[in-house]
DNA sequence: AAAGTTAATTATGAATTCATTATTCAGTCA
DNA sequence: TGACTGAATAATGAATTCATAATTAACTTT
């Protein structure tokens, strides 16, 4: 018998900012957007005054913005937010890096091996929802590697507004390809446990996907002309 | 006649959160305490739900915990929470630095330079208070001059968190020495526009001020002993 | 008297209600 | 026809109410 579930059982609001913030990354509530308070709340079953709370926190995470008696807008996602964002989740990422070297332990390397391997099957297979998917984990558990808890749950609010931008722009076959080499290199780092060789490949890593995406969005936004 | 003054009126709950956090910040509620919900509507003059949502925000920022149905206490400021905040902390101010040479305007330089001798004044007459508003300025206008909204946002929390940790240990002379040090560095660096070694010293002043209050901390603790 | 049990009280989470502010839309006038 | 006005409608922010869970107090029972 399992006796922790029935226990944690997670209060209204905190489902609520969990879903509403999945609903915004994956591109549900479109950015822009006005988030309608009453039909979510009848689509979810709950009344205003705990998603209403909800909607203050991911203000506050930045996912939405507030406008004084004008309700929740969906945060845009622009050209701008990302530049600022992925030099600091770069740094971040180089942080994790550093850490992980000196606190993970090899089962968890051993896990990150499989997820490369994953990583590498999706990537000839050209399944990019595979390769997403390895990919976030991989990054995931090289974070959790790095045992800080601040650390982590600032990644983790950073990683969710970049990973919006995902939607918007596919990655060339080019940069897929420079990814999978630094991944490469990531992993052989990590095994080495070299800390600051890691740390600046995770970072340089992160803004070379902010290159790719900025060339992907121009190509995106010359298309629209 | 001023116009903006009238229309920009912050909603409650938002007011609110600045309120509570200050309040947390400035060791008012103290950690571990519980929230009283009712005492605060009352002095404030709110009603609970306004000031729930505030509470919510603030958990999200880690100024209080929840727990369901037992409402919210303030966070309790652990050695172990120090010590995986500064690291992030550092990082942040490390990038801070490199940015803050690459972006931030003459007339800003001037004024960090001022605020910098009004520290080194408070310093020489002893006045804790005066040099910590003065250094906290400091740190502030740089990271303002690194011109980088989410940046800016996560190091206010972070800093949030940290400060206060200074009401709970008082900094050693030798420390205090050390850091006035640091900062005249600090300050000829930012002159000279020198983004890697100003960031490298940024962070390295926050490790330091991190050994301090660990050594502050244990120290506490033999005397209580 | 101390531990355990039950009833009264309080606090909490969430729904509902209410006042106010935006928005929509029909009607007016240039 | 098209911009303006104002009433009708809808939404939002905040107070209030309600059901339930936690805490306290009173009361056994040994």
Redo the contacts between chains.
């Keep these: 018998m399992n006796l922790t579930d029935s226990i944690n ?3 209204l ?1 905190e489902e609520l ?1 969990e879903r509403l913030r999945n609903l915004v990354v994956e591109d549900v509530l479109k950015p822009g957007e006005k988030v309608p308070e009453k039909q979510l709340c009848d689509s979810l079953g709950v009344s205003r ?1 705990p998603l ?3 909607l ?2 991911l ?4 996912f939405v913005v ?1 406008q ?1 008696n004008r309700g929740a807008r969906v945060a845009s996602v622009t050209r701008e ?1 990302m530049e ?2 992925f ?2 989740l770069a ?2 990422e ?2 994790a890096g550093e ?1 992980a070297c000196q606190n993970i332990d090899f089962a968890e390397i051993e896990l990150i091996e499989r997820r490369h391997a994953d990583m590498l099957k999706a990537y000839k297979s050209r399944d990019r929802q595979a390769y997403f998917k390895a990919n976030q984990d991989i990054h995931q558990a090289l974070i959790r590697g790095a045992r ?4 982590q ?2 990644h983790k609010l ?1 990683a969710g507004r970049v990973r919006r931008a995902r939607f918007m722009a596919n990655l060339s076959d080019e940069r897929w390809a420079q990814a999978i080499d630094e991944h490469e290199a990531m992993m052989e780092l990590l095994k080495a446990r070299d800390a600051d060789g890691l740390g600046k490949t995770m970072k340089l890593h992160m803004m070379n996907k902010l290159s790719a995406l900025v060339k992907a969005l121009e190509a995106e936004d010359e298309s629209l002309c």
Tied chains: 1, 2.
């Design positions: 059982r997670p209060t609001h900012v005054t209403r709370e909800a203050k926190v203000a506050s995470e930045g507030l004084a937010e600022n964002t030099p600091v740094t971040l180089q942080l850490l800080n808890d601040i650390l749950s600032h950073l």
